[in-house]
C-alpha cells in the first residue's frame, strides 16, 4: 500500500526535490516599461526569493519594449510574467505576484496544500 | 463585367476597402474588407476560417503589395504551412520574402500560473513587433477565443480584447478575427461584440448526406453588400466564392442565330437555328436521343471554333465519345484541341448549391460559347423541385448575361405528361423541343417536334428522328387517316404512294400511246381521202380536156362544112365554152 502511494511523483516531491535542489534558480521578469504592475511584480519577487530562495536565485529583467523579439521564445503574453528557467521544467506566472500563495504554487515552492 | 465596374465606382463613395483577392468575395462586399479596420470571421469547426484568413494574407502579399501577419493560436507555423501548401500557397517561401510573418502563440492552462494583476501587453507587443518587422498592412489572428480557453480572468480578457481591437484600429492594419460559432451567438464569447465593423459568417451544411458550404455577410457597415448567402468552394485554388443570385431581366439579346447541329432543326427552328445566348431545353423520355441531340450541338459549337463545356451527370467522357462515334460523331478532335471540355460528375457528389458553384467557376474559368447539360432532372436526387428551379433560374441568368448558349436536356419519366416538364422551367426556357415515342405498328420510333421557339417562326410539324451511323437524320412522317406513320409504317407507306406513282405514270405513258396511235390514223385517213379527192379531179380535168377536144374539132367541121356549102356569111366562130379552171395544188 505504502509503495503504491508513492508511485506517481506527487507534486510535493517534485517541490521537495526542487527545494532541495542545491542549485541556482533562474528566473527571468518579463515587463514593459516601468509600470506599477512591473514594479510591484519585481518587489514582490525579490521578497519572496529572499525568503525562501536565499543566495540561490538569479532575477533577469527583460524589458519587451526594449527586446521585443524576446517575448516569442518564451511563449509571453501577459505583463508581467515570471519565468522560471531553471530548475527546469519551466514555469510560468502571470500577474504581479501579490498573491503570494499563488506565486509559490506556480513556481512550485510549496506545497499548495499545507 | 458591368457588376465590376459599377462597384467599382460605389468605392469611391464608400469606406476604403482591402480587396481579398478572393473569387467572388470583392464582387459581394463591393470591393473587399474595410480597409484599416477588424473584420470577424465566425463559423463552426471546420467552416474554412483558417484557410479564409491565410487567403487573405497570401494574397495581399502576392497580388496587393500588402504584407500580412499571421498570429496563430492554435496551429505552428509548420502545421499551417503543410495545411495550406495543397491550394498552391507557399508560406515558407512568403515568410522567407518578408511578405508574410507567422507567429505561433501558444497558451496553455497547465503551464501558467495567475497570481495578480496583468494585462497582455505582451501579446500586443508581439503582434506589434511582428507587423513592424515587415510592415504589415494586414493582420489575421486565428483564434482569440483560444486565450479564454488558457486564461481564466475573463474580465481582465474582456477589456483587453477591447483595447486589442482599438489599437489594431490605431495600427491601422486591416484585420481579420476568426471566431468559433456559438450556441444561439456568432461567436462563443461574444467577439462580434467588439468588431463592428464587419461580421462575415461562414457556414458548413451537411442535407441528406450531402455538404454545402455558404458565406454570409452579417453586417457590414457602411457599405451596401449582398445579403444572400453564398455558396462557396474550397479547392486547389482556394476559396472562392459565387455570388449566384438572379441578375434580373436586363440581358442583351442577340440578333445572332447558331446551328443546333443538325441542318433539318434548323430548317424547323425558322431556317436559322437557335438564338446565341439563349436557352434550349430538350425533353423526352428515356432513350429518345437527347444526349444525341446534345452532343450534336456541342459538335456544332466546337466546328465553329468556339468552346463547348459539357457537363454529364449520366455517362463519364470516354463513354459518351463512344457512344456518339455509334451514330458518326467523333468529337474526339475537340476533346483534343480542348474546344470542347467535359465535366462528369454524379449528382449526389455535391449538393445543388454546389454543382451552381462548380458550374459558374468552370464557366467564369473557360469561357465557353456554349454549355450542355445533361440531364438537368438528374438534380432532383439532391434537391427539390422548388430548389432545382431556382437554381436553373439563376444559372439561366448568369450564362445569358455573358451571351453563353445553354442546352439543357431533361428526361421526361414514364406516366407524365410530355408537356410537364420536370422542374417546371419550361417558362424560362427560350426553344424547347420535345422528343417523343410514337409507337405504331408493333414498334417503337422517335418523334421530334418544337414545342416553343421565342422568336422565330418555327416548324409545327411532328418529324420522325432517326439515329443512323451517320449522325441524326430528320425525316418527314406521314400524316395518314390512321395518325402519324413512322418507322416501318413509313416506309411502307412511302412504297405504298411510290406504287401509286407508278401506276399513274404507267396510265399516262399507255394514253400517250393511244393518241398516237390515234393521230396516226387520223393522218392515214386524212391521206387516203386527199387521194381520193385527187384522183376524182384528175377524172374531171380529163373530162374538161375531151370536151374542149370535142368542141374545137366539131366548129373545124362546121367550117369545113360552111366551106364545101360555100355559105354566105362567113360563120361566128363562138367563143370556147367557159370551163371552170381547176387549180391544181
Same mark, same amino acid.
Given at each position: 500500500m505504502k509503495a503504491k502511494k508513492q508511485s506517481p511523483p506527487s507534486l510535493q516531491e517534485i517541490s521537495a526535490t526542487a527545494v532541495a535542489d542545491p542549485d541556482v534558480w533562474e528566473l527571468r521578469l518579463y515587463v514593459a516599461g516601468q509600470t506599477a504592475k512591473s514594479q510591484a511584480a519585481l518587489a514582490n519577487l525579490k521578497k519572496l526569493c529572499e525568503a525562501k530562495l536565499p543566495g540561490k536565485y538569479k532575477i533577469e529583467v527583460v524589458d519587451l519594449l526594449v527586446h521585443p523579439h524576446l517575448a516569442k521564445g518564451d511563449q509571453i503574453? +501577459?505583463?508581467?510574467t515570471l519565468v522560471r528557467k531553471l530548475p527546469e521544467p519551466i514555469r510560468k506566472v502571470i500577474g504581479d505576484l501579490s498573491n503570494t500563495e499563488r506565486t509559490l504554487v506556480g513556481l512550485q515552492l510549496r506545497p499548495s496544500g499545507s | 463585367m458591368g457588376r465590376t465596374a459599377t462597384n467599382a465606382t460605389a468605392v469611391k463613395h464608400s469606406l476604403p476597402k482591402a480587396r481579398t483577392g478572393i473569387d467572388g468575395l470583392d464582387q459581394i462586399t463591393g470591393g #473587399?474588407?474595410?480597409?484599416g479596420r477588424p473584420t470577424l470571421i465566425c463559423g463552426s469547426a471546420g467552416s474554412g476560417k483558417t484557410l479564409f484568413g491565410i487567403e487573405f494574407l497570401v494574397r495581399g502579399a502576392t497580388q496587393f503589395g500588402e504584407p500580412g501577419v499571421f498570429l496563430a493560436f492554435e496551429e505552428t507555423p509548420e502545421e499551417l504551412a503543410q495545411n495550406v501548401r495543397s491550394l498552391g500557397f507557399d508560406l515558407e517561401q512568403l515568410t522567407d520574402e518578408k511578405k508574410l510573418a507567422v507567429d505561433y502563440v501558444h497558451v496553455e492552462r497547465s503551464e501558467i500560473e495567475e497570481a495578480g494583476e496583468y494585462d497582455l501587453s505582451a501579446l500586443f507587443i508581439r503582434l506589434g513587433h511582428a507587423i513592424d518587422s515587415i510592415g504589415a498592412k494586414r493582420v489575421v489572428l486565428d483564434t482569440l477565443e483560444t486565450l479564454f480557453g488558457g486564461l481564466s480572468d475573463t474580465a481582465v480578457l474582456r477589456a483587453e480584447l477591447r483595447r486589442l481591437f482599438r489599437w489594431l484600429k490605431d495600427k491601422g492594419v486591416s484585420a481579420i478575427i476568426t471566431g468559433e460559432r456559438g450556441d444561439g451567438t456568432l461567436t462563443r464569447q461574444g467577439l462580434e461584440e467588439y468588431v463592428s465593423d464587419c461580421v462575415i459568417l461562414l457556414d458548413h451544411r451537411v442535407n441528406d448526406q450531402l455538404s454545402t458550404r455558404r458565406l454570409r455577410i452579417v453586417k457590414y457597415r457602411g457599405t451596401v453588400h449582398g445579403t444572400n448567402e453564398y455558396p462557396f468552394l474550397i479547392d486547389e485554388n482556394g476559396i472562392s466564392v459565387l455570388p449566384i443570385t438572379s441578375m434580373g431581366l436586363a440581358q442583351e439579346a442577340s440578333e445572332e442565330r447558331i446551328s443546333t447541329g443538325i441542318a433539318p432543326l434548323d430548317t424547323m427552328l425558322g431556317g436559322a437555328g437557335v438564338y446565341r445566348g439563349s436557352s434550349v431545353l430538350v425533353t423526352g423520355t428515356a432513350g429518345t436521343g437527347k444526349t444525341s441531340l446534345a452532343a450534336h450541338f456541342a459538335d456544332a459549337t466546337c466546328r465553329r471554333g468556339e468552346r463547348c463545356l459539357y457537363f454529364s451527370y449520366e455517362e463519364s467522357q470516354s463513354q459518351l465519345v463512344r457512344n456518339m462515334r455509334s451514330i458518326g460523331l467523333d468529337l474526339e478532335p475537340w476533346l483534343k484541341k480542348n474546344l470542347l471540355v467535359f465535366h462528369a460528375s454524379?449528382?449526389?457528389?455535391?449538393g445543388l448549391e454546389m454543382h451552381l458553384a462548380v458550374l459558374h467557376k468552370l464557366v467564369e474559368k473557360l469561357e465557353p460559347h456554349s454549355v450542355v447539360i445533361?440531364?438537368? /432532372? /438528374?438534380f432532383a436526387n439532391v434537391g427539390s423541385s422548388r430548389e432545382i428551379e431556382s437554381m436553373l433560374i439563376r444559372l439561366i441568368d448568369f450564362l445569358k448575361s455573358r451571351q453563353i448558349t445553354a442546352f439543357f436536356t431533361s428526361l421526361t419519366r #414514364? #406516366?407524365?405528361?410530355?408537356?410537364?416538364?420536370e422542374s417546371g422551367i419550361s417558362s424560362i426556357i427560350d426553344t424547347w423541343m420535345l422528343l417523343r415515342d410514337i409507337e405504331l405498328g408493333g414498334e417503337r420510333n422517335r418523334g421530334l417536334y418544337v414545342l416553343k421557339s421565342r422568336g422565330m417562326s418555327h416548324s409545327n410539324q411532328i418529324r420522325e428522328f432517326l439515329l443512323t451511323a451517320r449522325g441524326v437524320e430528320i425525316k418527314d412522317v406521314y400524316v395518314g387517316p390512321e395518325g402519324v406513320l413512322t418507322g416501318s409504317m413509313r416506309l411502307a407507306q412511302e412504297a405504298r404512294e411510290q406504287a401509286v406513282a407508278l401506276t399513274r405514270q404507267q396510265e399516262i405513258e399507255r394514253r400517250q400511246r393511244d393518241i398516237e396511235r390515234k393521230r396516226r390514223s387520223v393522218e392515214a385517213q386524212a391521206a387516203a381521202l386527199h387521194g381520193q379527192f385527187e384522183a376524182e379531179q384528175e377524172e374531171l380535168m380529163r373530162l374538161i380536156e375531151q370536151e374542149q377536144a370535142a368542141a374545137n374539132s366539131s366548129l373545124l367541121d362546121r367550117e369545113r362544112m360552111a366551106v364545101s356549102r360555100r355559105a354566105d356569111n362567113p360563120i361566128?366562130?363562138? +367563143?370556147s365554152p367557159q370551163i371552170p379552171t381547176v387549180r391544181r395544188k
Open positions: 503574453i +501577459a505583463i508581467p | #473587399g474588407l474595410p480597409r454524379r449528382p449526389d457528389a455535391h445533361d440531364p438537368i /432532372t /438528374t #414514364g #406516366g407524365n405528361a410530355l408537356e410537364r416538364s361566128q366562130v363562138s +367563143a
